[in-house]
Structure formats: structure tokens, C-alpha cells
């Protein structure tokens, strides 16, 4: 069970094992919880990356709860890794505990790159049980065929979900995100001159994340 009055890194018990999630609390009056996922364990990401780590720290000064899950295999989290699918039980199965443990306040989430994936995975799965998140937000979110060959089935048509990418994502096209978003007429925020990781522009990521999270 986590101590959300402790914070620092706690352990949960999931589907594959001990999920290890880091906890930052809220330091202004509380607003609500986030659960803010990390990027591709397959290429190094964790929650320690430095892309939720920052929207984590904003989030925290603007009075949210912050859990950062690291992924299966990931840090010590249990489990391998299992291209989202074990990933997204694992996130529901931590906002089942967010939600037990701080109930009547508001869920978001927040995902960059495969963490965006599993997040609209997610996010698919809290609304088709009648209980969404309040707010999404989704940045450099894959869709379809990716740099490195790999593939995503992204779940489209995600209620309050914020999607945003960089003009010039280097691993995820933005087409392919205009692709994805174009049956649902999901509305894309495109920053300019953005790379994946959105160098140099983390601020105005953070700056959109507050706005959206911030109407909840």
C-alpha cells in the first residue's frame, strides 16, 4: 500500500509483482492526483527521465499529487517488459489505489511517448468503465509504425485528452499523429520547431499540461 503522506519511492503490489512508484507531493493546497507515465524502457526510459521529472516537479508546485510508475523491469519494478499491454494493467491497477486512497479528488493523467500510449490505453479503459480520468494529456505519443521499426495500436477517440507534438518529432512523424487523430477529429497542439523530446521547449509542454490539468 502507498504512504502518500511519506512520498519518495513506495511499492505497490500489481498483476506481475511490486510496481515501484515514485511519489511527489503536492507543495501548494491540493488540487487533484496525476499519474505521469515515462517513456520506452526499451530505450532507457524511466521515471526518472528527465521529461516526467520536470512535468513532475510543475505539477507538484501547482498542488497536484504526482505518482511516477517506472514500467515493468524497470528500475525495481517487477515483471518484463510487455509493450503496454501489462503496462496499461499496472497503471489501472495504481489509479484503482490513487482513487481508493483519495477519493472524492480528481484523476489526470499524463504520458510522454510510450508512456502516452499506454496512457491513452488507459485512459480508454477507465472511460469504457464508466469512470474517466478528468483529464489526459498525451506528448509525443506513438501511433502506427515508429523509428526503430516498432508498431502502435493507439486507441483513438480519447475524452479530455490533450494531445500534443513537436513540429519536428524526429521518432514519432507528426502525420502518423494526424493520422491517428483525424476519425475522432481530435484536436493535435503542435509546438514549433519541437524535437521528441521536446528540447529547449519543456517549459511550454509543462506550461499546456498545467492549463489542461487546471480546468478539472
Known sequence: ?????????????????????????PKAQLRGVVVVAHPQPLLGGNALHKVPQFLARGLAEAGWLVAR??????????????????????????????????????????????GAFVQARVARALADADAPARRVVLAGMPSGEVDGGRRYDTPEGIPDA?????????????QAVFDWAR??????????????????????????????????
Open 69 to 114: 510508475p517506472n514500467f515493468r523491469g524497470v528500475g525495481s519494478s517487477a515483471g518484463t517488459h510487455d509493450g503496454g499491454i501489462g503496462e496499461t494493467q499496472d497503471v489501472l491497477a495504481l489509479c484503482r489505489a490513487l482513487r481508493e486512497m483519495q477519493a472524492p479528488q480528481p484523476l489526470a493523467l499524463v504520458g510522454f511517448s510510450f
Open 162 to 174: 490533450m494531445v500534443v507534438h513537436g513540429e519536428r518529432d524526429e521518432r514519432v512523424p507528426l
Open 1 to 25: 500500500m502507498l504512504d502518500l503522506v511519506l512520498g519518495g519511492a513506495q511499492f505497490l503490489d500489481g498483476p506481475a509483482g511490486p510496481i515501484e512508484v515514485l511519489i511527489d507531493l
Open 183 to 216: 476519425p475522432h477529429s481530435q484536436p493535435v497542439v503542435v509546438v514549433p520547431g519541437a524535437d521528441h523530446f521536446f528540447t529547449g521547449r519543456l517549459p511550454v509542454l509543462r506550461s499546456l499540461v498545467l492549463s489542461h490539468l487546471a480546468s478539472a
